[in-house]
């Protein structure tokens, strides 16, 4: 059937299933694509037709759509080439490229006709962003169908997609379609496109690529009828075709916000079959160097992914592609665009994080322009946590998230993260507050709660909240759910202020048969603090006072060193003092925050050591 009989067959089934009494069950819309489309190589043009079900599950009635048309950007004079000329830290991969683009290297994304129900529907064309007012209204809990032409030009490779990338990948597809804008409790999400997050709506996406049969394409979804196609696909014998034919591969991603795909006459297609996980696809540029690299992966990608499935919840779709393309590393739905040029580590590296990606871009889906760091800074998290069950090693591998936020924060350029990710003043802000914070974030949270109990949170978090677009609240609830604390001052005073971090000894002394400890809050963000002393034998004891505003504490299996629980400390006073039965002569020294999983600014009033057959220290 032509696409879009399929859809009007189809539309019964756009509404979301409803749950009971769960988390994260805000409404959604839902969205259905039919597309087919023809790329002419020669002039690097495309044209396509769709026909789109869209499921109105709002309690809005909805006069008038929004679709993203990305591939706008790459043109003079636009929004995201002012924007990359202008920022006090320009990104080096875009700079001033796109105000020198040719008619004939420049992007270009339109819809010439839409009809509603068969009637027209009004097209306003904004730069990245197209209105289309309806023909008739959406009801709430109704649906309607559209059916549209559209066509464009492939941008030479700028930033993420284009043609003719640095390593000479004739095509990276990505944003080339026009994407419905997500509409939630918020309204409309028609961000115009400078370089950096999307969103999107869930649904069914069905893609008809025709293209000269000597390319081979590897897309998000599934390939419907690899007996037709070969190009490292089964089929039941091999595939000759006259020079110059034209090839129509079809796809079908289920449960997707976005669809991708990459074009090459030269890729090498290799397939990996995981026993309890997604098949691994790898394609890349036929190049001895190149391939003696890229068979290691799939190996490396198989582990990682068992990993992932076991500490953060269930890959759910049936496969996964590591393409070669783009200009770094980008996530799509079932796919990344990877540049290939890379020794075995560096490849791998790049890998896990755009793979890591599919749980919390993919499955999670938070607005990443409002929550850059729910995507960014938690798939830095749990890659990690990959790396090191990769290669080892014994150390915390998420210091250098520390080390890079308070680098942020002394640099003078922080900015609360509740920022939308496209208006940080600068570039190296968003960086390091999307990637940094937002892994800081998350591990610090295990000296509040307990590391045990933050990893058994995370995937009580996936569980409720996978394909809902989850926001902080939810993470916040999930974690309190699972520590019985209350956690909204944590998020609060990270996600609102930027406030810092600072701790101090202040006194230790010897009063009567124990030992008088008291703490100092230096800076304004409040915590609660782990505390411990090593005693000259070489044993440690470790304590954790509370914050009175968590209303509990992390119980005592949920941490890695045992511990004893002080009475909280109440959130107004500035110092905090607790007393320990012992001899004071028998203690080396004492610290805070003794496992280093705080972004405490200053560590050098964390530590005292004391000198044998001292009876106590107190700082001025």
Same mark, same amino acid.
């Given at each position: 059937? &032509?696409?879009?009989?399929?859809? %009007? !067959?189809?539309?019964?089934?756009?509404?979301?299933?409803?749950?009971?009494?769960?988390?994260?069950?805000? @409404?959604?819309?839902?969205?259905?694509? $039919?597309?087919?489309?023809?790329?002419?190589?020669?002039?690097?043009?495309?044209?396509?037709?769709?026909?789109?079900?869209? %499921?109105?599950?709002?309690? $809005?009635?909805?006069?008038?759509?929004?679709?993203?048309?990305?591939?706008?950007?790459?043109?003079?004079?636009?929004?995201?080439?002012?924007?990359?000329?202008?920022?006090? $830290?320009?990104?080096? &991969?875009?700079? #001033?490229?796109?105000?020198?683009?040719?008619? #004939?290297?420049?992007?270009?994304?339109?819809?010439?006709?839409?009809?509603?129900?068969?009637?027209?529907?009004?097209?306003?064309?904004?730069?990245?962003?197209?209105?289309?007012?309806?023909?008739?209204?959406?009801?709430?809990?109704?649906? /309607?169908?559209? %059916?549209?032409?559209?066509?464009?030009?492939?941008?030479?490779?700028?930033?993420?997609?284009?043609?003719?990338?640095?390593?000479?990948?004739?095509?990276?597809?990505?944003? @080339?379609?026009?994407?419905?804008?997500?509409?939630?409790?918020?309204? *409309?999400?028609?961000?115009?496109?400078?370089?950096?997050?999307?969103?999107?709506?869930?649904?069914?996406?069905?893609?008809?690529?025709?293209?000269?049969?000597?390319?081979?394409?590897?897309?998000?979804?599934?390939?419907?009828?690899?007996?037709?196609?070969?190009?490292?696909?089964?089929?039941?014998?091999?595939?000759?075709?006259?020079?110059?034919?034209?090839?129509?591969? &079809?796809?079908?991603?289920?449960?997707?916000?976005?669809?991708?795909?990459?074009?090459?006459?030269?890729?090498?297609?290799?397939?990996?079959?995981?026993?309890?996980?997604?098949?691994?696809?790898?394609?890349?540029?036929?190049?001895?160097?190149?391939?003696?690299?890229?068979?290691?992966?799939?190996?490396?990608?198989?582990?990682?992914?068992?990993?992932?499935?076991?500490?953060?919840?269930?890959?759910?779709?049936?496969?996964?592609?590591?393409?070669?393309?783009? #200009?770094?590393?980008?996530?799509?739905?079932?796919?990344?665009?990877?540049?290939?040029?890379?020794?075995?580590?560096?490849?791998?590296?790049?890998?896990?994080?755009?793979?890591?990606?599919? *749980?919390?871009?993919?499955?999670?889906?938070?607005?990443?322009?409002?929550?850059?760091?729910? #995507?960014?800074?938690?798939?830095?998290?749990?890659?990690?946590?990959?790396?090191?069950?990769?290669?080892?090693?014994?150390?915390?591998?998420?210091?250098?998230?520390?080390?890079?936020?308070?680098?942020?924060?002394?640099?003078?350029?922080?900015?609360?993260?509740?920022?939308?990710?496209?208006?940080?003043?600068?570039?190296?802000?968003?960086?390091?507050?999307?990637?940094?914070?937002?892994?800081?974030?998350?591990?610090?949270?295990?000296?509040?709660?307990?590391?045990?109990?933050?990893?058994?949170?995370?995937?009580?978090?996936?569980?409720?909240?996978?394909?809902?677009?989850?926001?902080?609240?939810?993470?916040?609830?999930?974690?309190?759910?699972?520590?019985?604390?209350?956690?909204?001052?944590?998020?609060?005073? *990270?996600?609102?202020?930027?406030?810092?971090?600072?701790?101090?000894?202040?006194?230790?002394?010897?009063?009567?048969?124990?030992?008088?400890?008291?703490?100092?809050?230096?800076?304004?963000? !409040?915590?609660?603090?782990?505390?411990?002393?090593?005693?000259?034998?070489?044993?440690?004891?470790?304590?954790?006072?509370?914050?009175? !505003?968590?209303?509990?504490?992390? /119980?005592?299996?949920?941490?890695?060193?045992?511990?004893?629980?002080?009475?909280?400390?109440? *959130?107004?006073?500035?110092?905090?003092?607790?007393?320990?039965?012992?001899?004071?002569?028998?203690?080396?020294?004492?610290? !805070?925050?003794?496992?280093?999983?705080?972004?405490?600014?200053?560590?050098?009033?964390?530590?005292?050591?004391?000198?044998?057959?001292?009876?106590?220290?107190?700082?001025?």
């Amino acid at each position: 059937m &032509r696409p879009h009989h399929q859809a %009007a !067959l189809a539309l019964l089934a756009l509404a979301a299933p409803s749950t009971v009494n769960a988390q994260c069950d805000r @409404w959604q819309q839902r969205v259905r694509y $039919d597309m087919a489309v023809e790329l002419d190589p020669a002039t690097h043009r495309f044209t396509g037709s769709a026909t789109l079900g869209y %499921a109105n599950n709002s309690p $809005d009635t909805l006069h008038e759509l929004f679709f993203h048309l990305y591939f706008n950007a790459f043109r003079p004079g636009s929004e995201m080439d002012v924007r990359s000329r202008t920022i006090a $830290d320009p990104d080096p &991969r875009v700079g #001033d490229r796109i105000a020198a683009l040719k008619p #004939d290297e420049m992007g270009e994304l339109r819809v010439e006709r839409m009809m509603q129900n068969g009637k027209p529907v009004t097209l306003e064309h904004q730069g990245t962003v197209l209105r289309a007012t309806l023909a008739q209204p959406l009801l709430p809990g109704r649906s /309607t169908t559209l %059916a549209y032409a559209f066509n464009g030009q492939v941008p030479v490779q700028i930033r993420r997609t284009g043609r003719d990338n640095a390593e000479g990948v004739a095509y990276s597809m990505s944003q @080339w379609y026009p994407k419905l804008a997500e509409y939630d409790q918020r309204g *409309w999400h028609a961000i115009p496109y400078v370089g950096r997050e999307f969103h999107g709506v869930w649904g069914d996406i069905n893609v008809q690529i025709t293209l000269d049969s000597a390319y081979t394409i590897a897309a998000t979804g599934v390939l419907q009828n690899p007996e037709q196609i070969g190009h490292g696909y089964p089929s039941k014998k091999p595939v000759k075709r006259p020079a110059g034919s034209k090839l129509t591969w &079809r796809f079908m991603a289920k449960d997707v916000h976005d669809f991708a795909w990459a074009a090459d006459k030269d890729y090498t297609h290799t397939v990996r079959e995981m026993a309890d996980g997604p098949v691994i696809h790898c394609f890349y540029k036929a190049d001895p160097e190149l391939e003696a690299v890229w068979k290691q992966l799939p190996e490396q990608m198989e582990k990682s992914f068992r990993f992932m499935n076991e500490h953060f919840g269930k890959y759910p779709w049936p496969q996964y592609s590591f393409v070669q393309g783009g #200009d770094g590393g980008m996530e799509y739905p079932m796919l990344t665009l990877i540049t290939g040029k890379r020794r075995i580590g560096s490849l791998v590296g790049v890998s896990v994080h755009e793979s890591v990606h599919s *749980w919390f871009y993919g499955v999670l889906a938070s607005n990443e322009g409002r929550f850059a760091w729910m #995507d960014e800074g938690m798939t830095e998290y749990a890659s990690s946590k990959v790396m090191q069950h990769l290669y080892g090693g014994d150390g915390d591998p998420h210091a250098s998230a520390i080390d890079g936020y308070l680098g942020l924060a002394a640099s003078g350029k922080q900015e609360p993260p509740r920022v939308h990710a496209d208006h940080f003043i600068t570039n190296a802000a968003y960086g390091a507050t999307a990637y940094s914070f937002g892994e800081m974030l998350v591990h610090q949270l295990s000296s509040v709660v307990g590391e045990k109990t933050l990893a058994q949170g995370l995937l009580r978090y996936y569980d409720a909240c996978k394909f809902k677009h989850p926001e902080p609240i939810d993470l916040e609830l999930a974690l309190e759910k699972q520590s019985s604390m209350e956690l909204d001052w944590y998020f609060d005073e *990270w996600l609102n202020t930027t406030r810092a971090l600072d701790y101090s000894i202040a006194e230790i002394l010897q009063v009567g048969d124990s030992l008088r400890v008291t703490l100092k809050r230096e800076g304004e963000m !409040l915590m609660p603090v782990d505390f411990a002393l090593l005693l000259r034998d070489g044993r440690e004891q470790y304590f954790h006072v509370p914050l009175s !505003l968590a209303r509990g504490s992390k /119980t005592a299996a949920s941490d890695r060193e045992a511990f004893v629980v002080l009475p909280s400390w109440q *959130w107004t006073d500035p110092t905090y003092t607790f007393s320990v039965k012992g001899d004071i002569t028998f203690v080396a020294a004492a610290t !805070l925050d003794p496992l280093q999983r705080t972004a405490d600014k200053d560590r050098s009033n964390d530590a005292v050591v004391l000198p044998e057959g001292a009876r106590g220290l107190a700082r001025p």
